[in-house]
């Protein structure tokens, strides 16, 4: 009989697994802990599956290791089908076995070695969102990161657009960017900028992140708590170097041709 570890979702075994490791999971377990972590029809059956294996010696350190496993060979599994894998973000549901945005935009951070591209029409909380990445780029100093972000003109805001991108900038170093590492390149569309008098303002919409070239997330979610969390968001994981390449290929080119540009930190 399989255990119930081995069924939950990937935000329920994450969030069990940083419960264990931060000492808010521990035995004797607790339902109440455990509702707070689980969806609630699970509830019930993990509470006895870890009473018996604390019975049979298991301990919070063996816990934590087993919940980690559990999700690297999740990981490796989905890596080797090579399909689509549907993420989403929202209310749990009981027994389904979709990819947490959450989790899968830290795991693509985190587990990068080459290059990391992301593209997001809002940006809140960006210090937690970009804990991962910040952390990783600090592990590989040579990691390349592009942010390609969109930066507006308020309604009625008739600042210059050299007084628009310092204002962003230092909320961007300041507030949403992990303190103490280096800033990434960060492009933008110049058309969001301009007055929407002048009806050729545009907004760059596009929301995905592409790892060493490979490892795809398009998704309807933003770079906010609300959209990693809460909000009721779709995207699909895909692992494909050409559509990777693809997708990287055409940014570029609009870098090269002048339709993005790169934020001049200095």
């Not at 931060?22 to 455990?34: A, E, K």
């Not at 989403?88 to 795991?107: F, H, I, N, S, W």
């Not at 050729?200 to 398009?218: E, P, Q, T, W, Y």
Request: hydrophobic fraction near 45%.
């Amino acid at each position: 009989m399989q255990s119930i570890l081995t069924q939950l979702n990937d935000r329920s075994l994450q969030r069990l697994h940083e419960a264990v490791v931060t000492g808010r999971l521990t035995f004797p377990v607790s339902s109440l802990t455990l509702a707070q972590l689980v969806p609630q029809a699970d509830v019930s059956l993990l509470f006895t599956e870890l009473v018996r294996l604390q019975g049979l010696g298991m301990t919070a350190d063996l816990l934590s290791e087993w919940l980690r496993v559990l999700q690297d060979e999740r990981l490796l599994a989905r890596r080797a089908q090579l399909v689509p894998e549907l993420v989403m973000t929202g209310p749990e549901t009981a027994g389904a076995m979709l990819r947490d945005t959450g989790v899968v935009v830290r795991q693509l951070f985190a587990n990068a070695a080459e290059s990391v591209w992301v593209c997001g029409f809002a940006v809140y909380q960006g210090r937690e969102i970009f804990q991962a990445l910040g952390a990783r780029m600090t592990e590989q100093p040579d990691l390349l990161v592009r942010l390609f972000l969109n930066i507006d003109r308020p309604y009625g805001d008739t600042s210059s657009d050299d007084h628009l991108l310092a204002r962003f900038r230092q909320r961007f170093a300041e507030t949403q960017w992990p303190t103490g590492v280096r800033l990434p390149e960060v492009y933008y569309d110049p058309r969001a900028l301009a007055s929407d008098d002048a009806g050729k303002s545009a907004c760059l919409h596009a929301k995905f992140v592409i790892a060493d070239g490979r490892h795809m997330f398009l998704s309807s979610a933003n770079f906010t708590e609300a959209a990693q969390q809460r909000n009721i968001e779709a995207g699909l994981l895909i692992e494909s170097e050409r559509l990777a390449t693809e997708l990287s290929q055409h940014f570029q080119s609009l870098i090269d041709e002048g339709h993005l540009r790169i934020v001049k930190w200095y």
